[in-house]
């Protein structure tokens, strides 16, 4: 029954936060907040919620272990798996795209997050410079993209359906926002509910730490939304999507979900973390140099590579 538990909470965190984000958009948008700001604020706190939430119910439940391996191990997934699997199925073009910048701030909050768990500890004040590192994204974002206000709104609402969702509609009607907004509101704490405490006690009941759990389970399923963006912008022929999924999702782990979650009680970092897995995750991210500042494409090549280095990945962890 655990391991229905851990599946039944998964899939509600993912349908929750869906509508979730689907009730915000067209509610700000409803009463008038300019579409631009929703796109940087409502969608991209929306679609991390389920991650948030996880974390949050980790801390809470003291297994602050799974908190912090579903964000290194979101991460490293996010990079070798939602960029590998989708390198399979065809050339992804990211020689033409430009996000170098992103890019770049990316290794910069994946150096920050490392040295500060270098201190043992998650703790407030660890917490105080991630979200001080997320103001200062966000606040970059809004000046680039008031710098191309000329189309702006257009733009905006196109990087909301990017996400996948496909909800911008300021026509809803209220009924349905409302419906959207309560099943979200409350989907998202019952279903991490159910994933932790499923987790936890799979955890117990095989003998493996709560971090291996977050590093893998949950890791790996809080990342197939980003992995189905992904696929269906490389459908779509949309390889700037699938890299700004990857580049903004990675960045709002590291300083939004952990800044949150270490506010609400300190995530110790397990010695573990120190030898191994962050210098994983920070390989994964130094493997994108190729496709954003070198402009190659991912061809099926890399696509079987990346594939298989996260499946070894995995290997090495359950060992």
Known sequence: MDWVFAMLGLGILLLAGDSLVRGAVN???????????????????????????????????????????????????????????????????????DSRKTYLMMIAASLLFIALAFRGVFDWIAALVLLAGLAVMLGDS???????????????????????LEVADPDMPWWKILVFLALGLVGLPLGADLLIDGSSSIARRYGISDS???????????????????????IRRQADVALGNVIGSNMFNLLAIIG?????????????????????????????????????????????SLTALYAAYIALVLA
């Open 27 to 97: 509610l700000a948008l409803r009463v008038g907040i300019p579409a631009l700001i929703v796109s940087l604020t409502i969608v991209a706190f929306g679609t991390s919620a389920p991650e948030l939430l996880i974390s949050i119910q980790a801390v809470m439940r003291n297994v602050p272990g799974i908190a912090l391996g579903n964000v290194v191990g979101s991460n490293t997934a996010n990079i070798l798996l939602v960029l590998g699997v989708p390198g399979l199925i065809a050339v992804m073009h990211t020689s033409e795209c």
């Open 142 to 164: 809004f000046l680039h993209a008031r710098r191309h206000r000329r189309d702006a709104a257009a733009a905006a609402i196109a990087i909301v359906n990017e996400e996948g």
């Open 212 to 234: 291996v759990i977050g590093l893998t389970l949950v890791a790996l399923g809080t990342s197939l939304p980003e992995l189905a963006t992904t696929v269906m912008a490389v």
């Open 260 to 304: 949150v979650a270490a506010l609400i009680g300190p995530i110790p970092v397990d010695p573990q973390f120190l030898r191994f897995d962050l210098w994983v995750m920070l390989g994964a991210s130094l493997l994108m140099i190729p496709f954003v500042l070198l402009g190659r494409d991912i061809t099926r090549l890399w696509g079987i």
